[in-house]
C-alpha cells in the first residue's frame, strides 16, 4: 500500500504504518497541549495511542492467522486512523470459512478484554464521560478501547469486519453475489446514517468512517461482481499473442524502437539463465538515462517475468498483476512460452466485454417511451 511506513514484521507478515494516523497522534498531542498538560501526561498520552495500535496489530494477525488455517496468505497488515487493513491474498469464498476469519479479529479484542479483567482491571463509571479517554488511567482505558474496537468492527458494513460477517450469514442463504450485493446495499445505508450524524454533531471522525464505508461498500460489490463474471473464462481469450520480445544482446535503441512503433510497453527478454525475465518501459528509461541507446538489454535492470500455464483460471491472474510487483506475465502452455498477459490488455478484454454484455441486454430489452 502506498503513501506508508513498514515498522516490523510479524508471524511473517510485514506490518505498515499509514501516514494518516500522524493525523490521529497529532490531534492527542494538541489535546493535551490544549488542555494544558505537562510533557509526561503528553507522552503518556501519545503511549495510549501507540497500545491501542499494538491492540489492532493483534486484531488483524486474528484474521491472518485464521485465514492461515484454510491456506490463505497475508500479502501485509496495514494501520490506518480507523483501524487496521489486513490484505488477505484472497477471501476464502466458503461463507463459513468468511465467517470464521472475520469473527477472528473482533475476538481477539475480546480476548484482550477478557485478560485485563480476569487481572483485576476494571472501567469506572466514569467512563461514560469522553473525559475519560484522556485523565483516566491506562489499563482502564484500554480495556474501554477494546470494547469500542469489539463494536465498532461488528457495524454490519464493509469494509468492518461486521460486514463480512453479515454477507457470509446471508451467502449461507443465498448466491454470493447476490449477499454481496445485498450486504453493500446495507453498508452504503449505515454510511449515510454516519454522514449524516456527523454533519449534524459536527464529529469529523463520523464523516471519515461514512466515506470509508461508502468506498468500501462500492469497492467490495465491484470485484465481487468482476471474479464471478470472470469465473469460466480461460487466461487464452484474454492474452496477447502478438507481441515482441529481446534477446540479452539488443540493444536498448532497438527496445526504444519497439516502443516507440507499438502500444506495448513490457518486453519480455528471452535466454537469460532458467526464468525469462522482463525489460519494463520504467527499466528501459533507466538504462537509457545510465548508458544511451548504446547499453545492451541484458545489461539494463530487468526484472524475472512471472509465469502462468494457459489453462488456470484469469481472475487470480489479474489479481496477480493488480497486486502490483509483476508488470505483465507469460502465459506457457507445456512450459512452452505462447502469450502475454498485461494489465492493459485485460482492461481491453473486460471492456469489450461489457461493451457485448450491454449490446446483448439492448437488445433482449426494447427501449420503452
Ligand atoms: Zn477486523
Avoid at 193 to 211: E, R, V
Wanted: aromatic letters at 8%.
Amino acid at each position: 500500500m502506498s503513501w506508508s511506513w513498514k515498522i516490523c514484521r510479524l508471524a511473517g507478515i510485514p506490518v505498515y504504518l499509514h501516514w494518516t494516523f500522524l493525523i490521529l497522534i497529532a490531534w492527542v498531542v494538541y489535546g493535551h497541549w490544549a488542555a494544558g498538560n505537562d510533557l509526561a501526561t503528553t507522552a503518556e498520552g501519545v503511549g495510549f495511542v501507540l497500545s491501542i495500535f499494538g491492540c489492532v496489530v493483534l486484531h488483524e494477525l486474528g484474521h491472518a492467522l485464521a485465514a492461515r488455517r484454510y491456506g490463505v496468505a497475508t500479502a501485509d497488515i496495514t494501520l490506518l486512523p480507523i483501524g487496521g487493513v489486513a490484505r488477505l491474498e484472497r477471501m476464502p469464498e466458503r461463507p463459513s470459512e468468511e465467517l470464521v476469519v472475520a469473527i477472528a479479529g473482533p475476538l481477539v479484542n475480546v480476548a484482550i478484554v477478557a485478560t485485563l479483567w480476569l487481572a483485576g482491571v476494571r472501567v469506572p463509571s466514569s467512563s461514560q464521560d469522553p473525559q475519560f479517554l484522556v485523565d483516566g488511567s491506562f489499563l482502564p482505558k484500554l480495556m474501554t478501547v477494546n470494547v469500542f474496537l469489539f463494536l465498532f468492527n461488528l457495524l454490519p458494513a464493509f469494509p468492518m469486519d461486521g460486514g463480512r460477517v453479515l454477507r457470509a450469514l446471508l451467502a449461507l442463504r443465498m448466491e454470493y453475489s447476490r449477499a454481496t450485493n445485498l450486504a453493500a446495499r446495507i453498508g452504503q445505508f449505515m454510511a449515510i446514517l454516519f454522514g449524516y450524524f456527523g454533519l449534524t454533531t459536527g464529529n469529523p471522525m463520523l464523516l471519515l468512517i461514512a466515506l470509508f464505508v461508502w468506498i468500501g461498500a462500492e469497492g467490495e460489490a465491484r470485484q465481487v461482481l468482476e471474479r464471478v463474471s470472470l469465473r469460466d473464462i480461460p487466461i487464452r481469450s484474454a492474452m496477447l499473442t502478438d507481441y515482441k520480445t529481446l534477446a540479452p544482446s539488443d540493444t536498448l535503441g532497438h527496445a526504444v524502437g519497439l516502443l516507440l512503433a507499438g502500444t506495448q510497453q513490457d518486453f519480455p527478454v528471452l535466454g537469460v539463465g532458467q526464468a525469462d525475465r522482463v525489460l519494463t518501459r520504467d527499466a528501459l528509461l533507466a538504462g537509457l538515462a545510465r548508458g544511451g541507446n548504446d547499453l545492451l538489454v541484458g545489461d539494463a535492470p530487468l526484472i524475472e517475468l512471472g509465469r502462468v500455464e494457459i489453462g488456470e483460471p484469469l481472475a487470480p491472474a489479474i489479481a496477480r498483476l493488480r497486486q502490483g510487483g509483476e508488470p505483465c506475465l507469460e502465459v506457457t502452455e507445456h512450459g512452452r512460452p505462447v502469450g502475454l498477459l498485461t494489465i492493459e490488455n485485460v482492461g481491453e478484454f473486460l471492456m469489450v466485454r461489457t461493451a457485448l454484455a450491454t449490446a446483448r441486454q439492448a437488445k433482449l430489452e426494447p427501449i420503452s417511451g
